[in-house]
T-cell receptor
Framework: RKEVEQDPGPFNVPEGATVAFNCTYS??????FFWYRQDCRKEPKLLMS???SGNEDGRFTAQLNRASQYISLLIRDSKLSDSATYLC??????????FGKGTTLSVSS | DADVTQTPRNRITKTGKRIMLECSQT?????MYWYRQDPGLGLRLIYY???????NKGEISDGYSVSRQAQAKFSLSLESAIPNQTALYFC???????????????FGDGTRLSIL
């Protein structure tokens, strides 16, 4: 089983839609969790960290369920500029980040 | 100026050649990483370094070597390149003093490497 697994996608949604991405991780020792965004042929960039209590940044909401080893990202009121690949990322203490394969989102007008 | 700079940005070379990819950073971060990205496989960790001369293998280190002689530089070498090492390579940095376990990684623009 891969350490980090994500919805395969792609997700094709109209502007204004709400879309949710899910991610599971296999190592219960994982301590840090993130969502990164990657545009085509560009470098990944941090979108947001994910905290146990859940956190929100504008239209983006991230949630973590440690018991189920499950992470989610909710995007409300999708914009054309949200089109990208979203990477679920985890880290065990003292190690490097482990990336999921990513889920591609395409928002259309 | 980019904080994390990778050189070259693109490289085409032949099987069997020795290749070196360079990464330099002006962020003052202590930790540096090398990843490769292949279509459908996502980002995979090759090597990482938490300090000068500290070297750790990642998920796919075979066929690669690295050097960290200075805090600002982390180079990746392919001793004898083979076609299945064709990929997009990313260098990243992070600062162990920032955010504890939530320290983010900052990526360079990537090096597109093609082995013929």
């Amino acid at each position: 089983r891969k350490e980090v697994e994500q919805d395969p996608g792609p997700f094709n949604v109209p502007e204004g839609a709400t879309v949710a991405f899910n991610c599971t991780y296999s190592n219960s020792a994982s301590q840090s969790f993130f969502w990164y965004r990657q545009d085509c042929r560009k470098e990944p960039k941090l979108l947001m960290s994910v905290y146990s209590s859940g956190n929100e940044d504008g239209r983006f909401t991230a949630q973590l369920n440690r018991a189920s080893q499950y992470i989610s990202l909710l995007i409300r009121d999708s914009k054309l500029s949200d089109s990208a690949t979203y990477l679920c990322v985890v880290r065990k203490a003292g190690t490097a980040l482990i990336f999921g394969k990513g889920t591609t989102l395409s928002v259309s007008s | 100026d980019a904080d994390v700079t990778q050189t070259p940005r693109n490289r085409i070379t032949k099987t069997g050649k020795r290749i070196m990819l360079e990464c330099s950073q002006t962020k003052g971060h202590d930790r540096m990483y090398w990843y490769r990205q292949d279509p459908g496989l996502g980002l995979r960790l090759i090597y990482y370094s938490f300090d000068v001369k500290d070297i750790n293998k990642g998920e796919i280190s075979d066929g690669y070597s690295v050097s960290r002689q200075a805090q600002a530089k982390f180079s990746l070498s392919l001793e004898s390149a083979i076609p299945n090492q064709t990929a997009l390579y990313f260098c990243a940095t992070s600062d162990s003093r920032q955010g504890g376990n939530n320290q983010p990684q900052h990526f360079g623009d990537g090096t597109r490497l093609s082995i013929l």
